[in-house]
């Protein structure tokens, strides 16, 4: 395929694209057995069948399958400026320029260029706020969420930064913090998720204790929506894990405990609870993701009870667990393709669903994934 392998003594295999310029690296991995078995490749050879043969210094033959690697990675090198800060991934958003936009962990914000393939890192305040304010720097390392307003700025999610606005044109960042003595301002630096309201010109922030907040972006105050137990008509749980606005203009929202219906014109809130004695129902309290499909119908993914599709005509539940085919039970993200298939990261690998079939196609390591856990 016109790639040179180079084989070194102590640092692994590496590939050349010389078309691209970019090496890939590989290096043993301990807790991963698909991985190459020693950093000391003294021979490589390509047989008939398209298989590269890699033989090494003390960890025997490597075998490589090219058709069978279906997926590309892109991995945190410490030595290239150019790769991704961090291994740990939360978010991706694309934008209307098509560069995608990615929330690590402890790296802060990355935007990949598809068609350069290389990562530009934006650094983060090292510190504690609200001590610290920089318009040059992210308010922390841990980007949980990405939505963009209707003027091109990127909204960020933080986990204890709170939230921060980025203008991408000059590359600087404005925060938004917790201040518990003002109730139009935000109210907990730990968010979630996000959703841009494009018709109401708003931001709805996901939180991981304070519930639900609505950002008006004019005017740039908040209003808070919380749960009470004592309110069966209230927010079911004030974590939210991800919020989707349908063309009714109802937003739906993932909690802890269960799916939640809300209404913002009558602020009326309505819960979807799981019930063990019914399979109509949701299928377990901790929904985590969710998506609407090319038919209408909404794709919830839970932590422990596989992935429902709910019926909003009939306010039904159909359940997808591991006896269906599922590999998990865990199912963290859930996408549908331009085909109408779904592509769910899970516990143990990636599935893809088809829904007209009700069949899945699971990949794992030996597929070419970088591990079977997502999170």
């Known amino acids: ?75 945190h090198d410490d030595n290239n400026p150019s790769s991704i800060s961090d291994n740990r991934i939360n978010a991706f958003f694309e934008d209307d320029t098509g560069m995608i936009w990615v929330g690590t962990d402890t790296g802060g914000l990355n935007r990949f260029d598809p068609t350069e393939k290389t990562f530009t890192r934006y650094p983060y305040v090292d510190g504690d706020l609200p001590m610290q304010t920089d318009p040059e720097r992210l308010s922390t390392d841990t980007v949980t969420s990405i939505a963009q307003d209707n003027d091109g700025n990127l909204w960020l999610g933080t986990w204890n930064g709170g939230l921060d606005k980025f203008n991408i044109a000059d590359e600087t960042f404005t925060y938004y913090l917790a201040d518990e003595t003002n109730p139009e301002a935000l109210q907990t630096n730990t968010i979630f998720s996000l959703f841009h309201d494009q018709e109401e010109e708003a931001l709805w922030v996901g939180t991981v204790s304070y519930g639900l907040s609505k950002l008006d972006l004019a005017t740039e105050t908040f209003t808070h929506y919380l749960a009470d137990e004592n309110n069966p008509n209230s927010l079911s749980d004030n974590a939210i894990s991800s919020i989707y606005k349908d063309d009714d203009g109802i937003l739906w929202l993932t909690t802890r405990n269960g799916l939640t219906r809300f209404d913002p014109v009558n602020e009326t809130f309505k819960k979807y609870l799981p019930d063990e004695q019914d399979r109509t129902k949701l299928s377990h309290n901790y ?66 669903f088809d829904p007209a079939s009700e069949t899945f196609i699971n990949y794992d390591v030996k597929d070419g994934l970088q591990a079977n856990e997502f999170g």
């Not at 991963?32 to 008939?48: A, C, F």
């Not at 025997?60 to 069978?68: A, E, H, Q, R, T």
């Not at 929904?287 to 609407?292: G, P």
């Open 287 to 352: 929904a985590w993701r969710i998506e609407e499909d090319q038919q209408g119908d909404l794709w919830i993914s839970t932590r422990g009870g596989g992935l429902n599709k709910f019926d909003r005509a009939t306010e039904t539940f159909t359940r997808y667990q591991r006896g269906d085919g599922l590999p998990s039970n865990t199912v963290y993200g859930v996408h549908e393709d331009e085909n109408g298939y779904l592509w769910l990261s899970t516990a143990n690998g990636l599935s893809k």
């Open 1 to 75: 395929q016109g790639n040179l392998w180079i084989g070194t003594e102590s640092k692994g295999l590496n590939r050349f694209n010389p078309d691209t310029g970019i090496f890939t690296l590989f290096l043993p991995e301990p807790t991963d057995p698909y991985s190459l078995t020693s950093n000391y490749v003294v021979r490589i050879y390509e047989d008939d069948q398209k298989i590269l043969w890699f033989a090494t210094y003390g960890g025997g033959i490597n075998k490589f399958d090219p058709l069978s690697n279906r997926f590309e990675h892109y991995f």
